[in-house]
DNA sequence: CATCCACCGGAATCACGGGTTG
DNA sequence: CAACCCGTGATTCCGGTGGATG
């Protein structure tokens, strides 16, 4: 039934963005100087998931490449390079300048060194997941650097600068800060139609079910998204030529369910463990986890690595904690 | 009310593996 | 080859917090 399996992929950039009208205009104008070869101006961008933050900024780079002969750009997902070496090992990468820098063993700040030497076509950098970077003080760091031009991508701008010394967020707190709502029900279900053109069949689905789907996942872009690609699967399975209000209401709890499920794939042995105690007890005190997870695994790692993982869980969302110190105890997120 | 202590999370330090250097 | 460097995960140590206890 799925006819181009790409444009139902979240990571996949549309030719034209419907809405955010006003969100891409203030990110191309800050970005307008590289058309000139000078430095643009940093942005942030913030707000929920699945508000198209990444899309546009993915967009706005795009564009700009077709306007500029000579520019470089790399987007980063700080989820996956977390820490400092990380990052900017793939952002010399974006300019082809790793070699030699056989990955460890170099001087101890080379990569930093290097990225400040580098003189060349101006360069963009889309930092994503931002609030997700150990050490955040990179950001400032890359903020000073010549000829980089940085666009953040966060949920939360609290989040992102409340562990960063005034001092160190000085410079940031200048950056253009573009804000990003939830969709509207409507302005979903204007994103998904052209999706839906190019990646089904004709008539596989109706405005009025593109409206459920809106609905149900809360104006949540990727969480749509993969509804359809779900309820898709769902209908060829049933040797169906549309998909049906039932099979939506049965695949919008499964989308959500599959997109968990990626990240718990992801997990450590003993993150899994944890992951399983929880949802088996559905709620749990800390020092019963602590115990039953020393119970279960013959090498247990420490109470203080538990927690590292337990606080990583959360940010995944795969665990939820309620209440402070001695109140709290542990979810499974339902 | 004072004390206790379960719990959190920051910081310093260690251990290990992969890499280079001399 | 040994000696050394580096990043990363893990451990150890510990101060802060605030509900529970007497």
Excluded at 294 to 306: G, L, Y
């Amino acid at each position: 039934m799925i006819r181009d399996a790409r444009v139902l992929q979240p990571e996949f950039v549309p030719r034209d963005i419907v809405h955010r009208t006003h969100e891409v205009n203030t990110l191309t104008a800050a970005l307008e100087p590289v058309t000139n070869d000078i430095q643009g101006e940093t942005t942030l961008l913030y707000g929920p998931s699945g508000t198209g933050k990444t899309c546009i900024a993915r967009y706005v780079t795009e564009q700009l490449h077709e306007g500029v002969l000579d520019l470089n750009s790399q987007y980063v997902n700080c989820w996956e390079d977390y820490s400092r070496f990380k990052t900017l090992y793939r952002l010399l990468e974006g300019i082809n300048r790793t070699m030699n820098v056989h990955r460890q063993s170099t001087p101890k700040d080379e990569l930093l060194e290097r990225l400040r030497d580098y003189e060349g076509a101006p360069y963009v950098v889309i930092l994503d997941e931002v609030d997700q970077l150990e050490d955040k003080r990179v950001l400032y760091e890359l903020n000073r650097t010549k000829d980089l031009t940085l666009i953040l991508i966060a949920n939360e701008e609290q989040e992102l600068f409340e562990p960063l010394q005034p001092r160190l967020t000085s410079r940031l707190q200048t950056a253009t800060r573009i804000e990003f709502d939830r969709y509207t029900t409507d302005e979903l279900v204007e994103i998904l139609k052209p999706r839906v053109r190019w990646g089904l069949p004709e008539d596989a689905i109706r405005v009025t079910q593109l409206e459920l789907i809106s609905e149900a996942v809360a104006g949540d872009a990727r969480v749509g998204l993969e509804v359809l690609r779900v309820g898709a699967r769902r209908a060829s399975q049933r040797g169906l030529e549309t998909i049906s209000d039932e099979i939506i209401y049965d695949a919008a709890p499964k989308a959500k369910a599959e997109i968990r499920q990626r990240n718990v794939e992801i997990l450590t042995t003993d993150q899994r463990i944890l992951y399983d105690i929880i949802t088996e007890h559905g709620k749990i005190p800390p020092s019963d986890l602590y115990k039953e997870y020393r119970d279960r695994t013959d090498d247990p790692k420490s109470d203080r690595m538990v927690r590292n993982y337990l606080s990583k869980m959360e940010r995944y969302n795969l665990v939820r904690t309620e209440g402070e110190n001695r109140g709290r105890t542990y979810h499974s997120v339902s």
